[in-house]
């Protein structure tokens, strides 16, 4: 029977709720808002199939990187609807051409982020972009292998615990199953995105959200939300406003990073990430066929004026698989060595460090305002305050 001792010794993966046989395991959220399994006693017959497919206590094989690209896709519509460079549009693309399946993070009506899978272009918008939230696996470990077992082509995405997961799940390899795992910042509190939503929107007036708008350019994104009534808002900041004040200043980048969304804050500064994420068992280690994430750091060489407003993926080939869907992918690759990728793309190769005041944070965030707790504990000034403060550093710049 599967005994949770330490919170840091689980991912929430949930292969071992999807593995019972009885359906005596239950994921529930604790007062963080993270997912555990929870097992009904009187139902577990000590199978132990929970503990054979736990990822924690029980790794699955790992690869070595084969290959690694600065990578971006062809057709710019689909840069623009991306966070990066389209990677997970382009594998999708593939997959779905020849009549499989394609699993990976999307809203549900509530907002929440959950895995679903798409079996047309139509619904993979949805799975598309970034969500900076943890997402509810559900039974879409299940649903994979039903379809791989029917024959079909399955392209899986996720956090690489999530992949280690589906992995131990399966019990074998399947020539059809395709994992993408992403260059995972960490897990941020479902809890606490919700918290987050209540406080700042009445969720029925939302059409959409997206963590990576890049009106102003990739590496200047910010979290934006579409309401019904055709406003667009960062943070509350409606983007009439936003694009007449910051697209008039020359120190916008400045004034945008201190406005920047409490939630995204909170992530940034490892506020509300799941305890697993600062002992992560998967850092530097390669779980799925391909690795994706964005391609950060200063590559003069490769990275167009273009390409700073559309987003430049990094994309690391793992596999013989990864290498043949490589060739069928409609996409530019330039190779770069993943050493120089790693040294500004921590989460490759280490764990964050959880930020002192993340237990004080927890204690307090379902009893008080989200936004004005997270910038006491991260010490954010006010935007009256903030403001004068980016003129008067950038006129200390200037007069140097």
């Given amino acids: 029977m599967l005994s949770i001792t330490h919170k840091q010794n689980c991912c929430g993966c949930a292969a071992c709720a999807n593995v019972c046989p009885k359906k005596a395991i239950s994921m529930r959220a604790d007062e963080e808002g993270f997912l555990y399994p929870q097992v009904d006693t009187s139902v577990c017959v000590n199978c132990g199939l929970c503990e054979k497919v736990c990822p924690i206590l029980k790794k699955p094989q790992t690869y070595c990187v084969l290959e690694t690209y600065a990578a971006k896709h062809k057709d710019t519509e689909v840069k623009l609807k991306s966070s990066s460079g389209g990677m997970f549009t382009a594998l999708a693309e593939v997959i779905l051409k020849e009549g499989g399946v394609v699993f990976g993070a999307g809203f549900d009506k509530e907002w929440n982020v959950v895995h679903g899978y798409a079996e047309n272009t139509e619904d993979l918008d949805n799975l598309r972009r970034s969500k900076y939230v943890q997402s509810n696996i ?47 910042h960490g897990t941020p509190s479902p809890g606490a995105w919700r918290i987050f939503l209540d406080q700042n929107f009445n969720k029925s007036k939302i059409q959409n959200i997206n963590f990576r708008d890049k009106h102003f350019a990739w590496k200047a994104s910010y979290l934006s939300f579409l309401l019904f009534n055709g406003v667009l808002c960062a943070h509350g900041m409606k983007r009439t406003f936003a694009e007449g004040f910051f697209e ?91 050493d120089r990728v790693a040294q500004v793309n921590f989460p490759l190769l280490s764990s964050p460090i959880a930020h002192p005041k993340r237990a004080e944070f927890f204690a307090r965030y379902k009893k008080e305002n989200f936004n004005k707790l997270v910038r006491e504990l991260l010490g954010i000034r006010p935007i009256w305050l903030a403001l004068p403060y980016a003129l008067f550093r950038k006129m200390l710049r200037g007069a140097k």
Avoid: H
């Avoid at 024959?151 to 995405?157: E, H, Q």
């Fill in 138 to 184: 559900g039974n879409t470990y299940q649903q994979a292998k039903a379809f791989l077992d029917s024959g079909r082509k399955v392209l899986f995405t996720g956090t690489p615990c999530q992949i280690a997961g589906l992995r131990n799940y399966l019990g074998k390899e399947y020539d059809k199953l395709i994992t993408a795992e992403l260059i995972c």
């Fill in 248 to 338: 008039k200043i020359p120190f916008r980048k400045k004034v945008q990073y201190i406005y920047k969304n409490t939630f995204l804050k909170s992530f940034l500064a490892e506020l509300i990430s799941r305890p697993s994420c600062f002992a992560c068992a998967f850092r530097g280690k390669r779980i799925a066929d391909f690795t994706i994430g964005d391609l950060w750091g200063s590559w003069p060489e490769i990275i167009t004026a273009q390409d700073k407003k559309l987003g430049m993926s990094v994309l690391t080939i793992n596999t013989s698989n990864a290498q043949n869907l490589l060739k069928l992918l409609f996409v530019s690759t330039k190779s770069i060595n993943f």
